[in-house]
């Protein structure tokens, strides 16, 4: 006996379970919430290692330690430089400051601030910014590259200004302005032109020369650095995966937001019920 093919599909192929009927999206969607949750424990993992070995070695934030060196011989000596790198050719170590003057105005404070500040600040950016794009399930497991990128996890224990420059590329999609604050690493420099489109972020760009100004001849001595380097300023390109984190959750956020209680239509504004009210 031939089933007729337009009966329910229960009735054609009363043999299926139930449980066989599976959304395909649904499926995608939770291998990719796997694969970032599995890409996720491997970061935590890796990050994790690594502190404990640089424990071991006293060099936990050891970037940090040598930005904070580097405010200190600013204050006392008058430029952040040393001696050392103003001969042409020197080998870069852990202990050379190769950043622009400006950035002095973002680690002098640090002198005083609480160290954790360094951390918890660009990091709770980071978070904050996942949380409002809401970035959809096919984005999730290219995030979790990004933590897994061995580079990222260096930054962290480090505490390099890549969190610092990560978490202006997430203010910077959402107010512009903080693009220019991208200006302060130079090997990133190009990811500061996507704010040029508002005005805010020329303001910001002029109050940066402004106050770029004071600086004087230490603008001098920067050039000489950079000049100097036996190594290419091109050797941090590899933490960029951090810094585009943002942009690539501003691609894929989520296209649904809540909807917002304030904002409710006034049932006097439709004219066909201001004609309805009108007739009673």
Same mark, same amino acid.
């Given at each position: 006996?031939?089933?007729?093919?337009?009966?329910?599909?229960?009735?054609?192929?009363?043999?299926?379970?139930?449980?066989?009927?599976?959304?395909?999206?649904?499926?995608?969607?939770?291998?990719?919430?796997?694969?970032?949750?599995?890409?996720?424990?491997?970061?935590?993992?890796?990050?994790?290692?690594?502190?404990?070995?640089?424990?071991?070695?006293?060099?936990?934030?050891?970037?940090?330690?040598?930005?904070?060196?580097?405010?200190?011989?600013?204050?006392?000596?008058?430029?952040?430089?040393?001696?050392?790198?103003?001969?042409?050719?020197?080998?870069?170590?852990?202990?050379?400051?190769?950043?622009?003057?400006?950035?002095?105005?973002?680690?002098?404070?640090?002198?005083?601030?609480?160290?954790?500040?360094?951390?918890?600040?660009?990091?709770?950016?980071? =978070? !904050? %910014? @996942?949380?409002?794009?809401?970035?959809?399930?096919?984005?999730? &497991?290219?995030?979790? $590259?990004? *933590?897994?990128?061995?580079?990222?996890?260096?930054?962290?224990?480090?505490?390099?200004?890549?969190?610092?420059?990560?978490?202006?590329?997430?203010?910077?999609?959402?107010?512009?302005?903080?693009?220019?604050?991208?200006?302060?690493?130079?090997?990133?420099?190009?990811?500061?032109?996507?704010?040029?489109?508002?005005? =805010? !972020? %020329? @303001?910001?760009?002029?109050?940066?020369?402004?106050?770029?100004? &004071?600086?004087?001849? $230490?603008? *001098?001595?920067?050039?000489?650095?950079?000049?100097?380097?036996?190594?290419?300023?091109?050797?941090?390109?590899?933490?960029?995966?951090?810094?585009?984190?943002?942009?690539?959750?501003?691609?894929?956020?989520?296209?649904?937001?809540?909807?917002?209680?304030?904002?409710?239509?006034?049932?006097?504004?439709?004219?066909?019920?201001?004609? @309805?009210?009108?007739?009673?």
């Amino acid at each position: 006996m031939r089933i007729d093919s337009g009966a329910p599909r229960a009735a054609r192929f009363p043999f299926v379970p139930e449980w066989t009927k599976v959304n395909p999206r649904s499926v995608l969607a939770a291998i990719s919430a796997g694969l970032t949750l599995a890409l996720l424990i491997l970061a935590v993992e890796e990050l994790v290692g690594l502190v404990s070995a640089w424990l071991g070695l006293g060099i936990v934030g050891c970037d940090f330690t040598v930005y904070l060196a580097s405010a200190r011989r600013f204050l006392d000596l008058g430029s952040p430089y040393w001696p050392a790198e103003f001969v042409p050719g020197f080998s870069l170590d852990e202990t050379n400051f190769l950043y622009p003057p400006t950035t002095m105005l973002l680690m002098v404070p640090f002198l005083w601030l609480p160290a954790v500040l360094w951390w918890a600040l660009p990091i709770g950016t980071l =978070a !904050w %910014w @996942l949380w409002r794009c809401r970035p959809v399930v096919w984005v999730w &497991p290219i995030l979790g $590259l990004v *933590a897994f990128w061995p580079r990222t996890s260096g930054s962290l224990a480090a505490g390099n200004t890549d969190m610092w420059i990560a978490a202006a590329v997430a203010l910077g999609l959402r107010f512009g302005w903080p693009f220019v604050v991208v200006l302060l690493k130079p090997s990133f420099a190009p990811l500061a032109v996507f704010g040029a489109r508002r005005r =805010a !972020w %020329w @303001l910001a760009l002029g109050a940066l020369a402004l106050v770029s100004v &004071p600086f004087g001849a $230490l603008w *001098a001595e920067y050039l000489a650095v950079v000049r100097n380097v036996g190594t290419p300023l091109t050797y941090s390109l590899l933490n960029m995966p951090l810094a585009l984190a943002p942009v690539i959750a501003w691609i894929g956020q989520s296209r649904t937001r809540p909807q917002d209680p304030g904002r409710r239509i006034s049932r006097t504004r439709l004219p066909a019920e201001r004609g @309805l009210l009108g007739a009673e």
